[in-house]
Each structure stands twice: as C-alpha cells, then as structure tokens.
C-alpha cells in the first residue's frame, strides 16, 4: 500500500495502489505517476521533498522528480526510525489491512473511509489534534503568511 505522508506530520492520504484496480499496477512507472498526480493535487507547501524506502516500485524517482520538481531522499537501509511517522502509520494501517491483504478486494469508498478514520483520529506528536486539523491549521497559517507578504 502507497503512504502519502506530507512533511507536516500525521496527516496521510491513501489512495488505491499496489494491488488495487486504481492504478492497475505495483511498478516504478505506476507508482511514479500515482505520486506526481497526488503532488500536483495538493498545495505545493506540502510537497518540498518525500523520504521513500529502497523497494523497487521507487526507482523511477528521477523521472518523477523531473516532472513534479520534488526532491526525493532514500533512508538508509533497515533504518525503519528515518521514517519513523510512516512507519507508525503502516502498523495503524495493518489494523485494517493486514499485510498481503488484496486491496482489490475493498472499494475505493471502504478505503478512503478508512483514511478519513485515521486523520480524524488524535496524535501525540501533533499535540492530541488529529492530523486533519493540524493540516487544516498549517494550510491557514501558509494562506495568512502568503497574504501578509503580497498586501
């Protein structure tokens, strides 16, 4: 399963991959064009750099970087503690997916209520908001601070 996790922490957004029929694909071409559609989907205060692991679904990084104009950093090998708020997600994620689950299984709509119940669940390391008032709250004080510089 495909984590999007912008730099401001706790928030996730989960679409259909690996083994979903939305993207119809595991590979690095389909993962790279998954990602630069999301990125070019959100505001680009989200999107400075992304942390991927080593797999091989990630070797079109160069093209996407390209493309999309988003730095790309690899954590090192067996080092899960660099990526530690993907990692915590993947565990809160196995609640519902248990690994190797066939995502084509669920519908679009049962995943995405699946995201939904984890951003709107509370996080320590975003002081017990959820991620997506923290997101809610980062995306006003970018749109404050962009308005403040241009009046």
Known sequence: MLIHLPREEGYGLIPRTK?????????????????????????????????????????DHARFTIESG?????????????RGTNENTNGLLRQYFPKGTDLSRWS???????????????R????????AEALDEYLRSVQQSSVATTG
């Open 70 to 82: 988003v730095k790309v950093f690899f954590a090192d090998p067996n080092s899960p503690w660099q």
């Open 108 to 122: 679009a709509r049962e995943i995405q209520a699946v995201a939904n119940t984890l951003n709107t669940r509370p």
């Open 19 to 59: 083994n979903g029929p939305a993207l119809a694909g595991y590979g690095a071409v389909t993962m790279a064009n998954a990602l630069k559609k999301t990125v070019t989907s959100m505001p680009a205060q989200l999107w400075r750099s992304l942390t991927w692991d080593r797999g091989k679904e990630l070797s």
């Open 124 to 131: 320590k390391t975003l002081g017990w908001k959820t991620p």
